[in-house]
C-alpha cells in the first residue's frame, strides 16, 4: 500500500474533473495538489518536490507535451502519467516521447488510475537488487541470462533473452515498437515491426500459458507492447488483441 | 409569306427598271439629237449599265442592259429605225455591247450581294458573339425569363424548346403559336432536323458522344436553317455550363456537409470524455470513500460500468467517423481471430443480456494477419446492427470459417427483412435504410467504414439474404490470409 505522503499533483482545466480526482485519489491514499494549467504546474514542480504527476494533453494555454517536457527538465525523477482524450496511438507516442512515463486515456476507470500511477511509482523509484526480477510464474537472472518458469530453465535465443529481459526491466511500462527495435536491434532500426512481432511470437509460445490470450506480454494497440506482472494486483487488463 | 416577298421583289425590280429605261430613253434623245456616234453612245449606255447594276438589282440591269443594246441599234446603227443589222461589223459590235452589258451586270451585282451577304453575316455574328456574351454573364440562378430576353432581343425568338432524351424531360420558355414543344420532341424521337422559314421555326437533334441526346426548337427565327447552329451550340453551351454549376455545387455542398457532420461527432465524442471521466472518477472515489451498504456499492459500480460504456461508444463513434475520412492503412499482425472474435461476442453478450449471441468456428482455430482493432471494429459494427435490429431473445450467429486463402465471419440474425432495392444501397455513406429510418439510431456511415476497413485488408463485406429466407439478415465478412515465413526475422546473435 501506499504511504500517505505520496504526492500527486493533478494538472487539468476541467474543474469538476480536478475536483472528482482529488476526492478519489486522497480517498485511495494520495495527497493531492491541483494546477489549472501547463504554466501552474511548471511554477509548482520548481517549488517542490512530486512524486506523481498526473497531467492532461488538452489545455489552454502551454499544451501538454511542453509542460511534460519543462517537468521532466525540472524534475527527472518525478513519474510522469499523462491523461489522452484521443486514444490515438501518435498521442500516446508523442506523451512517451515528452517524456512521459504512461498514459490513460479518458474516460478511465479510478482502478486504472490509481495501478498505473502505482505502477510508475514502483518505476520510478530506486529499486535494489535488480539482478533479478520476480513476476508470476516467472524470474529472469540478467547477468547469468537465465529464465526460469515455475523453477523450470527455459531456454531462449540471445535476442528472444534481450528483448524479454529489456521488457522486464521495464515492467508495467508502454514499450512503443521503436523504442524495442532500437534497444534490441541497434539505433538503425525503427521500422521493421515484423521482426518484432516474430519474436514476440517466439516468446510468448515460451513464456505464456496460451499465446493466444497473452498475460505477461501485452498489446499496446498501434503503439507497441508492455510487459505486465499478472500477480500484480496494479497490473493493467489484458488486451484483447493479443499479437 | 413567301408570295408577298417576291412580289415586292418584283415590284422593286421594275421600279429600278423604270427608272434605268428613263435614263436610257433620255440619254437616246440627248446622243441622237446630238448625232452621237456608236463609238460614243455606245460608252454612255455601258455607264448607264454599270449605274444600274450598283443598285444590285439583277433583273433591272439586265432589263436596261436588252433596252440599251435595243436604243443602240434602232437609233445608231444603220439602217436607222429598225432592228436589223446590215454590217457584219455592227453586229458584231452590238452582240459585244450586250455581252459586256450583261457580263457587267452579273458581276457588279454578284459583288453587291456578296457585300449584302457579308452584311448580314457580320451582323448575325455581332448578335451571336451578343448572346454568347449574355449568356455567359448570366447567373446560374437566372429565370426562364432573363434566358429568353437576349434571345428575343437579338434573334426574335417566340419560344425555345428543349427536349432531353435521357430524362425524357421538355423544358418551354416562351410563348407558342407552332406547337413547338411537340414537335421538337417529334423530331428528337424520329432523328430528324425541321426548318420552317414562313413561321421561323427550327429544330435540332442534340447529339453527346455520337449518340442523340435530345432536341432544341427555335421558333421566330428570320432564317431559321442558318441561324440555328449557332444558337443550339450556345444554348446547349449555356446548358451544359448550368449543368456542371449544379453538379460541382451539390458536391461542394455534400462535402461541406461531410465535414460539418464529422466535425460534430469528433466535437461530440471529445466533449463526451472529459465529464465521464468525471462521473467514473467520482463513482470510484465514492466507493473507495466508503463504506458503503452492499446497494449501494452496486450502484456506484452501475454508475462506473455505464460511464465506462458510454466512454467505449464515444471512442468508436470517434473512430468511425475518423475513419470515414481517412484513407486506411491497415497494420497487419498475425493473430488468433477465434480469439479476437469470442472475446468481442462476449462483451456483446454482457452489454446486451437479452439478446442471445452464439460464436462459433468452423475448423481449427489459426493465425491470419489482420489489423485486430480495425477488425473489431468492423464486426463490432456488424453485432450493433444485429443486436439493433433483431427482436429480443432471437439468437444472433457469428460464425468464424477458415478457407485455404482466407477467413470469413458471418454475423447472421432474423429481423425486418431489407427492400430489394435498398439492398445495393446500405453500404452507402450516410445511407439509412427506410426500414430503420426515425425508429433505430445510427450514423448512417457503420456500415460504409466497416466494408472500407474490409477492402482495407483486400477484402469484402457482403449482404446475403436468402430468398426463401428475407427476414434473415447475414452480413459475411470476408479477408484473405498471408502469414509471412518466420525465417523472415533478422539473424539472432
Not at chain 1, 495527497?31 to 488538452?58: H, K, M, P, W, Y
Not at chain 1, 512517451?96 to 479510478?110: H, I, M, N, Q, T
Not at chain 2, 452489454?351 to 489459426?366: L, M, T
Request: glycine letters at 8%; hydrophobic letters at 40%; proline letters at 6%.
Amino acid at each position: 500500500m501506499l504511504q500517505p505522503r505520496t504526492s500527486v499533483l493533478i494538472i487539468d482545466d476541467e474543474a469538476p474533473l480536478r475536483k472528482a480526482l482529488r476526492t478519489s485519489l486522497v480517498a485511495s491514499g494520495f495527497s493531492v495538489e491541483e494546477a489549472r494549467t501547463g504554466e501552474e504546474a511548471v511554477d509548482a514542480v520548481r517549488q517542490r518536490r512530486f512524486e506523481l504527476v498526473l497531467l492532461d494533453i488538452n489545455m489552454p494555454g502551454m499544451s501538454g507535451f511542453e509542460a511534460c517536457q519543462q517537468i521532466r527538465a525540472a524534475s527527472p525523477q518525478t513519474g510522469i502519467v499523462m491523461v489522452t482524450v484521443k486514444d490515438f496511438e501518435e498521442d500516446k507516442i508523442r506523451a512517451l516521447e515528452a517524456g512521459a512515463d504512461d498514459y490513460v486515456s479518458k474516460p478511465f476507470r479510478l482502478g486504472e488510475l490509481t495501478a498505473r500511477l502505482r505502477a510508475v511509482l514502483r518505476r520510478t523509484q530506486p529499486q535494489e537488487g535488480t539482478e533479478r526480477v520476480r513476476a508470476g510464474d516467472l524470474e529472469i537472472h540478467f547477468t547469468n541470462r537465465i529464465l526460469w518458469r515455475n523453477g523450470e530453465q527455459i531456454h531462449l535465443s540471445p535476442k528472444e533473452f534481450d528483448l524479454l529481459a529489456y521488457m522486464m526491466k521495464h515492467i508495467g511500462a508502454p514499450l512503443p515498437h521503436a523504442k524495442l527495435l532500437h534497444a534490441i536491434w541497434g539505433p538503425e532500426y525503427g521500422g521493421e515491426l515484423e521482426y518484432l512481432r516474430t519474436y514476440i511470437r517466439g516468446l510468448r509460445k515460451k513464456i505464456e500459458k496460451d499465446p493466444a490470450e497473452p498475460q505477461y506480454i501485452l498489446t499496446e494497440p498501434w503503439l507497441g507492447y508492455r510487459f505486465t506482472n499478472p500477480a500484480d494486483p496494479d497490473t493493467p487488463a489484458a488486451s484483447p488483441a493479443g499479437e | 409569306m413567301e408570295v408577298p416577298r417576291l412580289s415586292r421583289r418584283l415590284w422593286r425590280s421594275a421600279q429600278y427598271a423604270l427608272i434605268g429605261s428613263a435614263a436610257t430613253g433620255l440619254s437616246t434623245l440627248l446622243c441622237f439629237r446630238a448625232q452621237a456616234g456608236l463609238t460614243l453612245v455606245a460608252p454612255v449606255y455601258l455607264l448607264l449599265v454599270v449605274l444600274q447594276s450598283l443598285t444590285g438589282d439583277f433583273l433591272a440591269a439586265g432589263l436596261v442592259s436588252v433596252l440599251a443594246t435595243a436604243c443602240l441599234d434602232y437609233f445608231f446603227v444603220p439602217p436607222l429605225f429598225t432592228f436589223r443589222v446590215l454590217q457584219l461589223a455592227d453586229a458584231f459590235s452590238l452582240l459585244t455591247f450586250l455581252i459586256t452589258a450583261l457580263v457587267i451586270t452579273h458581276l457588279v451585282s454578284r459583288l453587291r450581294a456578296e457585300v449584302s451577304f457579308s452584311r448580314i453575316q457580320k451582323d448575325r455574328l455581332d448578335r451571336l458573339y451578343q448572346l454568347s456574351q449574355v449568356l455567359l454573364s448570366l447567373e446560374p440562378e437566372a429565370s426562364e425569363e432573363q434566358l429568353m430576353e437576349p434571345f428575343r432581343h437579338l434573334f426574335g425568338v417566340r419560344a425555345i424548346a428543349i427536349f432531353d432524351g435521357q430524362t425524357g424531360e421538355m423544358g418551354m420558355t416562351g410563348t407558342s403559336s407552332q406547337m413547338l414543344a411537340e414537335r421538337t420532341k417529334e423530331a428528337y424521337i424520329f432523328g430528324r432536323d425541321a426548318y420552317e422559314k414562313t413561321t421561323g421555326v427550327g429544330i435540332r437533334c442534340v447529339e453527346r458522344g455520337g449518340k442523340p441526346s435530345g432536341a432544341i426548337g427555335f421558333e421566330g427565327l428570320a432564317d431559321p436553317k442558318e441561324t440555328i447552329g449557332p444558337l443550339m451550340t450556345l444554348t446547349n453551351a449555356y446548358l451544359e455550363r448550368m449543368k456542371a454549376f449544379h453538379t460541382a455545387s451539390s458536391a461542394s455542398a455534400a462535402a461541406q456537409a461531410e465535414l460539418y457532420r464529422s466535425a460534430i461527432l469528433d466535437a461530440l465524442a471529445h466533449e463526451f470524455k472529459t465529464p465521464l471521466a468525471t462521473i467514473l472518477t467520482a463513482a470510484g472515489g465514492i466507493r473507495e470513500a466508503g463504506p458503503l451498504g452492499p446497494e449501494q456499492m452496486e450502484m456506484a459500480e452501475l454508475v462506473e460500468s455505464e460511464a465506462e460504456r458510454l466512454g467505449n461508444l464515444a471512442s468508436r463513434l470517434l473512430r468511425v467517423a475518423r475513419l470515414n475520412q481517412e484513407e486506411i492503412h491497415p497494420k497487419l499482425a498475425p493473430h488468433q481471430v477465434w480469439t479476437l472474435v469470442r472475446h468481442l461476442t462476449e462483451e456483446y453478450g454482457r452489454q446486451s443480456p437479452d439478446r442471445r449471441i452464439i460464436a462459433s468456428q468452423d475448423g481449427e482455430s489459426r493465425e491470419d494477419r489482420v489489423d485486430a482493432e480495425l477488425f473489431r471494429l468492423a464486426l463490432s459494427q456488424l453485432l450493433d446492427n444485429a443486436c439493433k435490429y433483431s427482436p429480443e431473445g432471437a439468437p444472433i450467429h457469428v460464425v468464424l470459417k477458415h478457407e485455404p486463402d482466407s477467413f470469413v465471419v458471418e454475423v447472421s440474425n432474423t429481423g425486418k427483412s431489407i427492400p430489394a432495392p435498398e439492398q445495393r444501397l446500405i453500404f452507402d455513406r450516410f445511407y439509412r435504410g427506410t426500414v430503420t429510418k426515425g425508429h433505430t439510431t445510427g450514423s448512417g456511415i457503420g456500415l460504409y467504414v466497416a466494408r472500407k476497413i474490409a477492402a482495407s485488408h483486400g477484402g469484402t463485406l457482403n449482404l446475403v439474404v436468402a430468398e426463401d429466407h428475407p427476414d434473415r439478415i447475414a452480413f459475411r465478412l470476408k479477408i484473405p490470409s498471408s502469414i509471412p515465413n518466420p525465417n523472415h526475422a533478422p539473424a539472432t546473435n
